[in-house]
């Protein structure tokens, strides 16, 4: 259950960004997530509509969460390939030597607000 801290952290950047840009009513967060993180959706949710009360600006936003697979790169036989389990096995050589490409993600694309 490492959601609670995730979504913590995003209010904390959110509001940062929210500040420099002088918004007053946040309305849209939008986040890459990658799978690697296997963030329970509903986890994210609840914990996002149960903090938001807490940071000014923040009680009608919306949180929207794109999803990223996870792509692994290897390094023996050089193909880049999708990978449905966080095992980070090339599925078509069985090497261990592999890169994570893509699916590590976690940061906000863009926020939405209210400008002053
Ligand atoms: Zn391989």
Do not use: W
């Amino acid at each position: 259950m490492h959601e609670g801290s995730i979504v913590k952290s995003l209010f904390d950047i959110a509001n940062k960004i929210k500040e420099d840009e002088n918004l007053v009513e946040i309305h849209k967060i939008k986040v890459i997530v990658g799978k690697f993180h296997q963030i329970v959706d509903e986890v994210m949710f609840m914990y996002f509509d149960l903090m938001k009360k807490e940071y000014k600006g923040f009680e009608n936003a919306e949180l929207i969460m794109e999803e990223r697979d996870v792509k692994i790169k290897c390094k023996k036989c050089n193909q880049t390939l999708l990978i449905e389990e966080p095992i980070f096995i090339c599925p078509n050589c069985e090497s261990f030597d592999t890169e994570i490409v893509e699916g590590d993600e976690l940061h906000i694309a863009t926020i939405e607000g209210e400008k002053n």
